[in-house]
């Protein structure tokens, strides 16, 4: 178990709506990250927030955005949703207090299917 | 900019033999380097990093890696391969870098072991 935890596990939607993933990073970690995986574009970093600031940016679509809150827990919006974004969106957790030579830490992924 | 090549998409073993995973980067700077392992329907797990020091890294797992800084190589390796290393292997790097950790990935590379 890595400490990061992302809800929902699955997501089944239809094109045109809207849909919010959840993050809550390890204790203690400062930064989140979001990835999307898909079949044919590999792992694909979208953005970055570090203690609720944006810090990244990624190739990440206009349509979607970020926050970090307060408590550090992260949330990725996906507007008018398409076919083609359906992946699985992955968020990671680090440290992010000083120049670490740690690793980030995944958690399991939030399937998402556009039908 | 920073980027990681896994020339191969699939790569095949015999249970027993020993197994390399090739990657290949380039950054500006001195790169941090890692091997990411992900079981079906899983998270990424950490496997193993160079950050400086000793060319080879020793990982979870039994599996190693020899960072080559003339061939800007990081190919991950296993002595005796088994079944249960089948999986996708992503190849990662990312420079020192205050507050940012982000990991550019590799296209993933499939290990399939076979009995």
């Known amino acids: 178990d890595s400490g990061v935890t992302q809800t929902p596990k699955h997501l089944i939607t239809a094109t045109g709506q809207r849909v919010t993933l959840r993050c809550s990073p390890r204790?203690?970690?400062?930064?989140v990250y979001w990835y999307q995986q898909s079949l044919d574009q590999g792992l694909q970093f979208l953005i970055q927030?570090?203690?609720?600031?944006?810090?990244a940016k990624g190739n990440i679509l206009e349509r979607f955005s970020a926050q970090q809150f307060p408590d550090l827990h992260s949330e990725l919006n996906l507007s008018s949703l398409e076919l083609g974004d359906s992946a699985l969106y992955f968020c990671?957790?680090?440290?992010?207090?000083?120049?670490?030579?740690?690793?980030?830490?995944f958690g399991e992924g939030s399937r998402l299917t556009v039908l | 900019a920073q980027s990681v090549a896994q020339p191969e998409d699939q790569v095949n073993v015999a249970e027993g033999n020993p197994l390399t995973v090739k990657c290949t980067y380039s950054v500006s700077g001195n790169p941090y380097l890692f091997w990411y392992v992900q079981y079906p329907n899983r998270g990424l797990q950490f496997l193993l990093k160079?950050?400086?020091?000793?060319?080879l890294v020793k990982g979870s797992y039994g599996f190693e890696a020899e960072f080559n800084k003339s061939q800007t190589s990081f190919h991950l390796k296993k002595p005796s391969a088994l079944v249960s290393d089948s999986a996708l292997y992503f190849c990662?790097?990312?420079?020192?870098?205050?507050?940012?950790?982000?990991?550019?990935f590799g296209t993933g590379t499939r290990l399939t072991i076979i009995p």
């Open positions: 990671a957790s680090s440290p992010g207090r000083v120049i670490s030579t740690g690793e980030l830490f």
């Open positions: 160079y950050i400086t020091g000793d060319n």
């Open positions: 204790s203690g970690d400062l930064s």
């Open positions: 990662a790097v990312r420079v020192p870098n205050f507050g940012n950790e982000k990991l550019t």
């Open positions: 927030y570090y203690n609720g600031e944006e810090r």
